[in-house]
């Protein structure tokens, strides 16, 4: 089992709808998770963390944790072609000393 | 968020040579973190690199094939050495935040492509 699952994708949304990217961990003492965007041949950029049960908002974007089934997800409002990237999970796992495990990421295709 | 800067943006090595990877951080942080992206692919660490001591190498990774150097809080190198084929990937350097919420911020990568 991979520590951070993600579907590949490509989710396909058009213009304006809701994106809803999940995405699962193993290590049940993970404290902190984070979303990154990363368009194609740019380095990852940070959108999101979050820390605790529940949802963030910030923006169009909604961060959403459930620790006890061990998912997060993003929720990408109104979505805009803009959008199209690849977004990444990442997770701090326990005792990790600040370093981060990716997901495989989850490629966006918002479409006009 | 930290400015960061890596040098070379890009660079294509015949085998069997070395590259240093230069990572500059307009302010002092105290961790910093060393990932590669093989095509197609996640980001994987490679290793985190603190000032004044030896940095923490992930498993796969070894000292001999990826030495790291992190003179001061601003500044750290990756050597990609006795290159192949397969360490064709983009070199990314994080940093961790001052705001002690764990969050990390990334350079612009180095593409190194191996012939």
């Known amino acids: 089992q991979k520590e951070v699952e993600q579907n590949s994708g490509p989710l396909s949304v058009p213009e304006g709808a809701i994106a809803s990217l999940n995405c699962t961990y193993s290590d049940r003492g993970s404290q902190s998770f984070f979303w990154y965007r990363q368009y194609s041949g740019k380095s990852p950029e940070l959108i999101m963390s979050i820390y605790s049960n529940g949802d963030k908002e910030d923006g169009r974007f909604t961060a959403q944790l459930n620790k006890a089934s061990q998912y997060v997800s993003l929720l990408i409002r109104d979505s805009q072609p803009s959008d199209s990237a690849t977004y990444l999970c990442a997770v701090n796992p326990r005792g990790g000393y600040n370093k981060l495990i990716f997901g495989a990421g989850t490629r966006l295709a918002v479409h006009p | 968020s930290a400015v960061i800067s890596q040098k070379p943006s890009r660079d294509i090595c015949q085998r069997g040579t070395s590259l240093t990877i230069q990572c500059q951080v307009d302010s002092q942080v105290t961790m910093m973190f060393w990932y590669r992206q093989q095509p197609g692919q996640s980001l994987t660490l490679i290793a985190t690199a603190n000032q004044g001591s030896e940095a923490t190498y992930e498993s796969g990774f070894v000292i001999d094939k990826f030495p790291i150097s992190r003179p001061n809080l601003t500044f750290s190198t990756l050597t990609v050495s006795n290159m192949s084929p397969e360490d064709s990937s983009i070199y990314l350097c994080?940093?961790?935040?001052?705001?002690?919420?764990?969050?990390?911020?990334f350079g612009p990568g180095t593409r190194l492509t191996v012939t």
């Open positions: 994080s940093v961790l935040s001052r705001d002690g919420n764990y969050e990390q911020y």
